[in-house]
């Protein structure tokens, strides 16, 4: 800016450099139109010609007195040349560059729109300068911008909102499309190169949607909503090869997190204490079926039965990681289960897929992939001496959290099988019934662990089998009768 403003004046103003600029896009009820876009001196002028005919103003020029009338809806606005004060209406006005007369037509900086064409229509005019919108009157134009973080087994795209709109996900042959409860989009999209799961985002078929286009590696996705700030709402969509609540497990950090490092307590010899985990909760809704059904929601209710089931018949200590609606970190959760010392982790989930036929059960434990070897190295070779209680020093085991599941993975494995040989009598199963897969939730469970996705919300039968009191009980029994196995395993 300082060095053309010194060049301007080096050449007396004379040569003022100019070029073509992509025009600003008019947004009304009445659809879009182009309004050309001169940029000189890196600031955008518009032509008073153009206002004329986008806006049905008319305007006088009064070549004696260097200067233009506009008139607005019966007001006055007085341009004059080369300063930039205008009056609109007898109201003085501040432009951040004065109107300029080139070849026989005045133009004036963009931001004349806002400022001055704005109140004297007394209409709303606003400048949305980085996406180059007008928007006209009440119409409902939020901000979007799009970000993409790509992992190793996921891809997920973040819109941010700005204000707040409500969304609706769909998929539509090898694509998502994201619908928006707007008018038209002020749309931020990043460059995405053709990927995995991905091979593009753009605005969609309509003003108001965004069209992700699905790359060979998806197989289906997951939805959450959550208020970014105040103001600005954020919709978070993964997309996954395999199950919803995949989530990459990262490689063991070099530079562990003390606050993360926890004591060992040894291969489990008894049961005692359960953890069951009801997935999401809070801003996190999980899936949702197509009548509505949360998974957060069916996942409470099912993690209730259980305790009350294990509290009855086998007089165990249960503490569920959440019994209200509330939002809770992955990380939170297994550390909820290490602090309470469990004996085993629970975690109940309810699938979702794009195919609608998918349906049944599925068990999960941890894979922990490439990180696997680095992970049962380090599980075994922590030590630290601990202040004790009452004084002195005590000496103990010390893991990394995130390799706190690899050494259960045994135990894990047996658990995920007696699940699986549990609800198999009781409630359909799906083709893949037991499976390893990278749960974060599972990572740093310092005990045996598996997940459960009780059933597919995106198939119509189980989203309404899902809501009954039947089936939940049904997979709670079942969840019982594999922890009596699993005791009699520890045991024996
Ligand atoms: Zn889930």
């Known amino acids: 800016m300082a060095a053309s403003v010194a ?88 432009l951040p560059a004065p109107p300029l007369r080139r070849d026989s037509r005045w133009l004036v900086p963009a931001d004349f729109l806002s400022r001055a064409l704005s109140p004297a229509l007394d209409l709303r005019l606003d400048l949305r300068r980085a996406a180059r919108l007008l928007v006209v009157g009440d119409l409902r134009v939020p901000r979007v911008v799009a970000r993409i973080d790509a992992g190793a087994t996921n891809v997920a795209v973040t819109f941010e909102i700005t204000p707040n709109t409500e969304t609706r996900v769909t998929s539509q042959q090898g694509r998502l499309i994201v619908q928006f409860d707007a008018d038209a989009l002020d749309l931020s999209i990043p460059l995405v190169p053709p990927q995995a799961f991905l091979t593009g985002i753009a605005p969609g078929d309509s003003p108001s949607t965004v069209a992700i286009a699905l790359g060979p590696r998806y197989a289906l996705h ?146 922990v992939e490439r990180a696997d070897e680095e992970a049962r190295r380090k599980a075994g070779d922590n030590s630290a001496s601990l202040p004790a209680l009452g004084g002195g020093n005590r000496a103990i085991e010390l893991i990394l959290w995130e390799t706190a599941q690899a050494r259960y993975l045994e135990q894990s494995a047996s658990l995920a099988g007696f699940v699986e040989q549990a609800l198999r009598p009781r409630i359909e199963m799906s083709p893949r019934a037991v499976q390893q897969a990278p749960f974060r939730v599972l990572v740093g469970a310092n005990m045996p662990a598996a997940l459960v996705e009780i059933g597919y919300l995106s198939n119509a039968e189980q989203e309404a089998q899902l809501t009954t009191a039947a089936y939940q009980e049904q997979v709670a029994q079942s969840l019982l009768d594999a922890l009596i196995k699993f005791r009699e395993f520890l045991e024996h």
């Open 222 to 367: 997951r939805v959450t909503t959550s208020q970014a700030d105040a103001a600005s709402g954020r919709l978070t969509i993964e997309l996954l090869a395999s199950t919803t609540d995949a989530i990459p497990v990262p490689a063991p950090s070099t530079a562990p997190d003390t606050r993360l490092v926890i004591p060992t307590q040894g291969p489990s010899t008894g049961l005692r204490t359960v953890v069951i985990d009801p997935g999401h909760g809070g801003d996190e809704l999980g899936t949702q079926g197509a009548k509505g059904t949360l998974e957060k929601e069916i996942t409470l209710a099912v993690a209730r039965r259980l305790r009350t089931l294990i509290e009855s018949r086998l007089g165990l200590k249960v503490f569920l990681t959440r019994d209200d609606d509330r939002t809770m970190s992955l990380d939170e959760r297994s550390a909820f289960a290490n602090s309470r010392r469990a004996d085993v982790f629970l975690s109940i989930h309810a699938n979702y897929a794009v195919r609608p036929a998918l349906k049944g059960a599925e068990v999960y434990y941890l894979t």
């Open 7 to 94: 060049l301007a004046l080096v050449l007396g103003l004379s040569f003022l450099a100019s070029a073509q600029a992509p025009a600003i896009t008019v947004l009304s009820r009445e659809g879009r139109k182009p309004l050309p876009v001169t940029s000189i001196n890196s600031q955008d002028y518009v032509a008073v010609d153009d206002i004329n005919t986008v806006f049905a103003t008319t305007s006088r020029e009064d070549r004696l007195a260097g200067g233009l009338t506009i008139t607005a809806r019966g007001r006055s606005i007085v341009l004059t040349e080369n300063q930039n004060v205008v009056s609109v209406a007898g109201r003085l006005v501040t």
